[in-house]
């Protein structure tokens, strides 16, 4: 597909029968699209890097070009290959909304290894009756700050992420991965891209997280994916909520697309189980791309 093409396209709106006809060969146009501008970005590299997920071995992004791989609990493949491409052997990494602290988890227990700092902005305790963390993530964050073996500073800021005093406090260019799962409102996941887009350093990785819309948007909204339904215990801990609708968060779709547009580039999504014959997958997709 023909970059005028996709620019020519009407901004939000397209049947649902052409759509749906169109919107596999849509993404496929996309990931080929990011694949030649990230091998470009590395053509001087002399051979590509192969890493182990698992018991198989794939080639960096291909990754998240499979339904079974493309989840963003495999960001840890993405953050190796953009620290080995700067030729650096560990990096900071910025995670805006710590909820419960399973992503933070998962992450640490995962490539832990390889962050020298990692930094979450986490405002529940400014919201909260109680004035404190939420039990769940304040525990994850005790494990890992004393866990001896452990190599990582752990960083938690009880604040917004768009407190201007945080976010002078960061370098530009400082992180090789901001991960934004914080403010889910159009106004609020937009304004995390623009504060902290230049935050993360040429090469390195800008994702966030419910990147898709209700079935009703997604039939609608063009290239959305669509949140899918609940299942249990998978996405949510309440069997009456199994095979109902999930809550969906289109206000974050819109403001990464718009932000991308203004920006002059694409972004790539986790599949996260969708693929043939599942539209819905199993978790909500994370947008994600390389900074040029």
């Known amino acids: 597909m023909k970059f005028e093409k996709l620019n020519s396209l009407p901004p939000k709106l397209v049947s649902q029968g052409s759509r749906k006809a169109s919107a596999r060969w849509q993404i496929l146009a996309f990931v080929c699209i990011w694949i030649l501008v990230f091998l470009r970005q590395n053509s ?71 962050i020298q700092n990692y930094v979450i902005i986490e405002p529940y305790s400014l919201i909260s009756e109680t004035k404190e963390r939420l039990p769940a993530f304040a525990e994850k964050v005790y494990k890992w700050r004393n866990n001896s073996s452990s190599p990582t500073s752990v960083t938690v800021h009880d604040e917004f992420s768009t407190n201007l005093e945080l976010i002078k406090s960061f370098p530009d260019e400082y992180f090789d991965f901001v991960y934004i799962d914080g403010d889910h409102s159009y106004k609020g996941a937009k304004s995390d891209l623009i504060n902290y887009f230049r935050k993360v350093r040429s090469g390195g990785v800008i994702a966030g997280h419910d990147y898709c819309c209700n079935r009703k948007e997604y039939e609608s909204t063009i290239h959305a994916p669509w949140c899918g339904k609940y299942i249990y215990p998978v996405s949510t801990s309440k069997k009456e909520k199994h095979g109902k609708d999930k809550v969906a968060f289109c206000g974050i ?13 694409y972004w790539l999504y986790t599949l996260e189980g969708r693929g043939e014959g599942n539209a819905a997958g199993d978790n909500n997709p994370s947008y994600f791309t390389i900074k040029l």
């Open 44 to 114: 001087k590299a002399n051979k590509t890097a192969t890493y182990t997920i698992g018991e198989q071995q794939l080639k960096g992004i291909e990754i998240f070009l499979k339904p079974e791989t493309s989840t963003r609990h495999n960001f840890g493949v993405l953050f190796e290959r953009v620290l080995h491409d700067a030729q650096k052997k560990k990096g900071n990494f910025l995670e805006i909304g710590g909820g419960s602290g399973s992503f933070f988890d998962h992450n640490m227990a995962t490539f832990g290894h390889m």
């Open 253 to 265: 779709f819109l403001g990464a697309e718009e932000f991308a547009k203004e920006n002059n580039f």
